[in-house]
C-alpha cells in the first residue's frame, strides 16, 4: 500500500485467502510487512475484499475445504463489519469476463496445506 501525496494511504483490496485467514488469525498469519500494510489500511479504513469472496468462501465451506465455527450467513457478517473493512461490488462486466480469462482455471488447494 502506497502512501499518497497528501500522506494518507490507499485501500488494499484483499484476496480470498487473506481475508480468512485476517478472519480466523489476525495478522499473526502474515510476515511483519504484509501485517504493517493490512494494519494501516485497516486503520485508515481503506482494506476492502470482494464480493466474489463472500461467494468463494461459501463454496469452500459446501466443499468441506473449510469448516467455519459457526453457520456461514453468521459469519460473513460480522467479518464484514470488522474495523476498517469495506466490500466493493462485483460489476457485470467483470463477472461476464472472468469466463474469458486465458488459460486454465485452477482449483484451489485445500485451506491450510
Excluded at 50 to 56: K, R, T
Aim: aromatic share 8%.
Amino acid at each position: 500500500m502506497r502512501r499518497s501525496r497528501n500522506g494518507r494511504y490507499g485501500p488494499l483490496l484483499t484476496d480470498t485467502h487473506v481475508w480468512l485467514w485476517l478472519a480466523l488469525d489476525g495478522t499473526s498469519r502474515f510476515p511483519p510487512r504484509t501485517r504493517l500494510e493490512l494494519e494501516r489500511a485497516s486503520g485508515a479504513n481503506q482494506l476492502w475484499v470482494s464480493a466474489i469472496s463472500i461467494w468463494e468462501i461459501a463454496m469452500f465451506e459446501a466443499k468441506g475445504r473449510i469448516e467455519l465455527t459457526q453457520d456461514l450467513r453468521e459469519w460473513i457478517m460480522p467479518e464484514l463489519a470488522a474495523p476498517g473493512m469495506n466490500l466493493i461490488g462485483l460489476r457485470p462486466a467483470i463477472a461476464m469476463e472472468s469466463v474469458r480469462l486465458p488459460g486454465e482455471f485452477h482449483g484451489d488447494r485445500q485451506i491450510g496445506s
